[in-house]
């Protein structure tokens, strides 16, 4: 008998607190799609390549079952009773473990994961989420997209010269100023100077224009460090960290979110290292289900992608994600599954990577106006400057509030015009 037959059936009915993979399953040469399939659903949860003396019948109740077969779509319904509640890092080595590295795929990817009430309220989810942010950080009552800047070049500038951009950004008209993903604690750029001055520049920023600024600092490290960290952002009057939630680390991750709700911090999570596994369409997990762990955990804020920026991502993944970061009932679609989000605040979308005021209406168009719109080079590459880039940044962002478009805006902000005749709607590679 061969012992992965057993976790195939195609009769079964998936209980109201099972847990539903998505997978798209390549198998290789010379075996059968079940085959596959079969391995999948057993290797996963509780079968193995031989037929077990130890297999009792109340643990065969509780295994995988692959239900549905659609092409290379496979979706396996997992019993709850296989997972330890509130603990992403046991739920990504059961659905996401050895099974990639089985022979009998070719290519194996985890597109989605319909997760129970049952499950999700064993997670807090977003302390903060969209009211939260602009709303309780920010007091905005009329919305507008946040703006966001991160300094560039990314690493190399001294704590000085970074703590200069941003207080020329703030005052130019940025809400957010973001360390970049690889900005922690190096020699030309210490973590506990670098606080000090951005906050003592944010204060300076919000004196002089009357509007809030925040700062959304790395504290990416080991997980102690990042406690520490934390607590000296809350010391010196921060709203937000940000961690660089994938090199760091589900686990660090919900501890870093347990500590937070303890210090009233905001979580910006950045990406990082996503695409390593993410960018293969047949290979790999889904940036989807990154996100989706990501809210399910309780990050306030992710970056999302721009479609029309330097980074890959079309179109529908990008839309696709801001829909599962912010909605409450996701509907089922081609690669995504069904999810009703109960209780669980939606997080706040930072569309992120190559933009400049050229592309600020196609982005606000495509997401709305409950998003982070973030720049980088498009503010420190302005011709006139940082102050300028900034500027033109909030005015383009003004201009598609407004309804007028950049032409029409730039009449009125010199900074916007100057950055239009410098990039016009130059998509970055």
């Known amino acids: 008998m061969d012992p992965y037959t057993d976790f195939i059936d195609k009769n079964y009915k998936p209980k109201e607190n099972d847990l539903v993979c998505l997978f798209k399953v390549k198998p290789a040469n010379d075996v059968t799609m079940n085959d596959a399939i079969g391995r999948i659903a057993s290797e996963s949860s509780n079968g193995t390549w031989a037929e077990l003396t130890t297999l009792k019948e109340h643990i065969r109740k509780i295994r995988a079952r692959a239900f549905s077969i659609r092409g290379n779509y496979v979706k396996v319904a997992y019993p709850i009773e296989l997972f330890e509640l509130g603990s992403v890092p046991q739920l990504m080595s059961s659905v996401a473990g050895n099974i990639f590295g089985m022979k009998a795929l070719a290519s194996l990817r985890l597109e ?54 941003a207080r020329q950004a703030w005052l130019g008209g940025v809400d957010l100023l973001k360390d ?17 001055l951005m906050f003592k520049y ?14 959304l600092a790395n504290i990416t490290a080991e997980t102690n460090e990042m406690i520490r960290r934390a607590k000296l952002v809350k010391s010196l009057g921060g709203e937000y960290v940000m961690v660089d939630i994938l090199t760091a680390g589900w686990s660090a991750l919900q501890t870093i979110r347990n500590e937070c709700e303890e210090l009233g911090l905001a979580i910006h999570a950045h990406r990082a290292f996503h695409a390593a596994f993410t960018r293969n369409p047949n290979q790999g997990m889904s940036m989807l289900l990154v996100a989706k762990l990501a809210r399910l ?7 999302i992608g721009t479609v029309v920026g330097k980074l890959a991502g079309s179109r ?43 592309l600020v209406p196609y982005v606000m168009k495509m997401l709305g106006k409950d998003i982070v719109v973030q720049a980088g ?7 006139n400057g940082v102050m300028a880039g900034a500027k033109a940044m909030r005015a383009a962002i003004d201009a598609s509030m407004h309804g007028e478009s950049l032409a029409e805006y730039a009449r009125k902000s010199p900074e916007l015009k100057a950055a239009i005749a410098y990039w016009g709607g130059r998509k970055p590679v």
Not at 129 to 153: Q, T
Not at 184 to 192: A, G
Not at 297 to 303: E, F, R
Not at 377 to 383: A, K, Q, T, V, Y
């Open 377 to 383: 080079g498009g503010i420190d590459g302005h011709p």
């Open 202 to 215: 944010r204060d300076y920023a919000e004196r002089k224009t009357g509007e809030k600024k925040s700062y």
């Open 112 to 165: 989605d994961i319909s997760l129970p009430e049952e499950y999700l309220k064993h997670f807090r989810g977003p302390q903060f989420g969209v009211e939260g942010v602009f709303g309780r950080i920010f007091k905005m009552k009329k919305r507008r997209p946040l703006l966001a800047h991160v300094p560039k070049p990314k690493v190399g500038m001294t704590t000085e010269e970074h703590a200069d951009v």
């Open 316 to 358: 529908r993944e990008v839309t696709d994600l801001d829909t599962e970061m912010t909605t409450a009932k996701i509907k089922q679609h081609l690669d995504v599954l069904t999810e009703d989000w109960h209780s669980i605040k939606p997080a706040v979308p930072v569309s992120s990577g190559g933009l400049h005021p050229g």
């Open 180 to 196: 970049d993903e690889n900005l922690t604690d190096q020699p030309f750029n210490r973590f506990d100077a670098r606080m000090k």
């Open 297 to 303: 955990i309780g990050v306030d804020q992710m970056h």
